[in-house]
Structure formats: structure tokens, C-alpha cells
T-cell receptor
Framework: KAGVTQTPRYLIKTRGQQVTLSCSPI?????VSWYQQTPGQGLQFLFE???????NKGNFPGRFSGRQFSNSRSEMNVSTLELGDSALYLC??????????????FGEGSWLTVV | AQKVTQAQTEISVVEKEDVTLDCVYE???????LFWYKQPPSGELVFLIR??????QNEISGRYSWNFQKSTSSFNFTITASQVVDSAVYFC????????????FGSGTKLNVKP
């Protein structure tokens, strides 16, 4: 079974631009969540989607948004990029709906550098 | 409050040494899950183990073992006879019963295993 696939793996953007990251979950997984990882803040939860609906959201500004498609694939978008948005963005998926004890499996992430 | 503390920022050992990575968690929930993930330089977080709050049995998987003690709110991870391939950042995570959509991650422990 293929794992969680994220594209692109590496990208460089300029301050003020916007970026879209894509995530394909493990086949059969219907929940997709996103995390931001930085050296200073560690791993921080962005949001999670199930059945094309956002189920939970972390403490990030409205510039961070996401969506999920009917095939469970997900995208996240960051508008008006700031230098502080430079990070590794990790996508994770799990079977079924978000529920207690349901393990999340991560992709390799998208390395975003804002210059 | 939900919180995971990994006090060891970085540990260096020589191959074949045993090493223990500490994880202390805080939650008021009686039902929760704890996880360990390994992050090699490629970026992907690899799932290692899941443990629920009602199962305090220690677990061993090859050279890996986990010690869960509710009395001290700890879920420590030991690698026996470490190998260079064990070099990575290890994260402990908590998924509490009140908001199982979210995972709360510790800051990670970077393990360097030298030949």
C-alpha cells in the first residue's frame, strides 16, 4: 500500500505570494490532517478534514486554509506568505473518521522556504 | 491542559549502547492514547507504537521497548544495542479523549548514534 504522498517536496516562494500544497492519503483513509513543523515551535496542528468537512482547526491565522476533495485528497493554501511561514508542512491520514486512538500516518512533508 | 514534555533535546551514544528517551505527559482525561514516532532526515514521521491509557503493560518489539507508567505520567522508550540507523528525531505524542482530532506532540529528542 502506498503511503501518504505530498507534493511538491520542496519549494521556494517570495514574501507576499501564496502557495498550495497537496496531499494524497493512504488508499482507504478518509481523514487528512495537516501539521506545521518549525525548529522554534515544533509540530503544530493546523486542521483536519473528514468527508470534505473541516473537523478541527488549530491556532493559525486565516491565511492558512485547506480543503478536502471527494476522493479524500487534500490541499492546504497559505496566502500572503511571511518569512515565518518557512517550515516543513506535514500531512497525515487515518482510516475512517477522527476517533480516539485512531493512528495517524504521515507523509514526507513539503519543505517551504519563504524569501 | 494537554501537554507532552521531552526534556532531552539531544542524546549522543556510541553504537551498541542502550538509550532511553523520556516522555512525560499532562492530561486530565482518563481516556487517552500515547504514541511514539521516529523522524529520519527525510522528514516523514514513522509510527512506532500506540498505547491506550488503560493498558500499562510494557511492550517489546525487537530492540525497542516502551515503559508506560500512569503513576508518573511517563511513557519512556528504550532502544537496546543502538545502531547508526536509529539516528533520528523521536517524538512522543498524546491524543486525549476530549479532542481526539488533535495530537499533541513533544518537542522531540534528537538521537545521534555514532559508530
Amino acid at each position: 500500500k502506498a503511503g501518504v504522498t505530498q507534493t511538491p517536496r520542496y519549494l521556494i516562494k517570495t514574501r507576499g505570494q501564496q502557495v498550495t500544497l497537496s496531499c494524497s492519503p493512504i488508499s482507504g483513509h478518509r481523514s487528512v490532517s495537516w501539521y506545521q513543523q518549525t525548529p522554534g515551535q515544533g509540530l503544530q496542528f493546523l486542521f483536519e478534514y473528514f468527508s470534505e468537512t473541516q473537523r478541527n482547526k488549530g491556532n493559525f491565522p486565516g491565511r492558512f486554509s485547506g480543503r478536502q476533495f471527494s476522493n479524500s485528497r487534500s490541499e492546504m493554501n497559505v496566502s500572503t506568505l511571511e518569512l515565518g511561514d518557512s517550515a516543513l508542512y506535514l500531512c497525515a491520514s487515518r482510516e475512517g473518521q477522527p476517533s480516539l486512538g485512531n493512528t495517524i500516518y504521515f507523509g514526507e512533508g513539503s519543505w517551504l522556504t519563504v524569501v | 491542559a494537554q501537554k507532552v514534555t521531552q526534556a532531552q533535546t539531544e542524546i549522543s551514544v556510541v553504537e551498541k549502547e542502550d538509550v532511553t528517551l523520556d516522555c512525560v505527559y499532562e492530561t486530565r482525561d482518563t481516556t487517552y492514547y500515547l504514541f511514539w514516532y521516529k523522524q529520519p532526515p527525510s522528514g516523514e514521521l514513522v509510527f512506532l507504537i500506540r498505547r491506550n491509557s488503560f493498558d500499562e503493560q510494557n511492550e517489546i518489539s525487537g530492540r525497542y521497548s516502551w515503559n508506560f507508567q500512569k503513576s508518573t505520567s511517563s511513557f519512556n522508550f528504550t532502544i537496546t544495542a543502538s545502531q547508526v540507523v536509529d539516528s533520528a528525531v523521536y517524538f512522543c505524542a498524546l491524543s486525549p479523549g476530549d479532542n481526539f482530532n488533535k495530537f499533541y506532540f513533544g518537542s522531540g529528542t534528537k538521537l545521534n548514534v555514532k559508530p
